[in-house]
């Protein structure tokens, strides 16, 4: 079973940046993709970005150009550079990765427990 833990949450000003990382470990054969949501109460969980294993990137539509997602392979961590935050972005924000635990299991998906980032000033 993997686990995802997810750090670098927090307070941020209006236009002020923050990074957050989440760090796969347990046990895996491999992950695959690797992603961030994130959701408000009352609301649906929203993709803010997702990258595969070899580096290829997705973004939402209202974080194209501010939010920058990268990985680690050697160290199956995935990151989130976020600037020019808006405060309608607070959130928690949630990892997400795709793995296989063994060599012959289907792929299956994992979700980390969050991470608040709160935008205010």
């Known amino acids: 079973q993997v686990q995802l833990v997810e750090s670098g949450g927090g307070l941020v000003q209006p236009g002020g940046s923050l990074r957050l990382s989440c760090a796969a470990s347990?046990?895996?054969?491999?992950?695959?993709?690797m992603g961030w949501y994130r959701q408000v109460p009352g609301k649906q969980r929203e993709l803010v970005a997702d990258i595969t294993r070899d580096g290829g990137t997705n973004y939402g539509d209202s974080v194209k150009c501010r939010f920058t997602i990268s990985r680690d392979n050697a160290k199956n961590t995935v990151y989130l550079q976020m600037n020019s935050l808006k405060p309608e972005e607070t959130a928690v924000y949630y990892c997400?990765?795709?793995?296989?635990?063994?060599?012959?299991?289907?792929?299956?998906?994992?979700w980390g427990k969050g991470a608040q980032v709160t935008v205010s000033s």
């Open positions: 347990g046990r895996f054969f491999r992950i695959y993709a």
């Open positions: 997400m990765c795709y793995y296989r635990g063994g060599f012959y299991d289907d792929p299956r998906s994992h």
